[in-house]
């Protein structure tokens, strides 16, 4: 089994940024497909950031592309999320996942949070104007 547990979330103005962590409390990710979401009140869990199990490719969300950075750190057992830029609508509570891949002969990453088997409980991202 494996925990995760987030970190690095706050109340920061617009134009700034924040990094969110993502450790394995218990257990190991190393090669674990993971993922960054985020869920807004009244609104649906959606995909932000994800990366693969080697840390060779990395996805984003349309909506945060350029801004947002996915990164890994397999000896320290973390991913991370360097977030710059922030916009109002980044405000959300920012939740890691992870998920052994199916394969690993591909680096595919999903955007669905249905796909992902572990999560961690989440850390609040607030954004003023």
């Known amino acids: 089994q494996v925990q995760l547990v987030e970190s690095g979330g706050g109340l920061v103005q617009a134009g700034g940024s924040l990094r969110l962590s993502c450790a394995a409390s218990r257990g190991t990710v190393v090669a674990y497909t993971m993922g960054w979401f985020r869920q807004a009140p009244g609104k649906e869990r959606e995909f932000v950031a994800g990366?693969?199990?080697?840390?060779?490719?990395?996805y984003y969300a349309d909506s945060v592309k350029g801004r947002f950075t996915i990164s890994r750190d397999n000896a320290e057992n973390t991913m991370y999320l360097q977030m710059n830029g922030l916009k109002s609508e980044d405000a959300a509570v920012y939740y890691c996942a992870a998920v052994r891949p199916r394969s690993f002969l591909s680096d595919d990453v999903s955007v669905m949070p249905a796909d992902y088997d572990y999560w961690g409980q989440g850390t609040q991202v607030t954004v003023s104007s």
């Open positions: 990366i693969s199990w080697s840390g060779g490719r990395a």
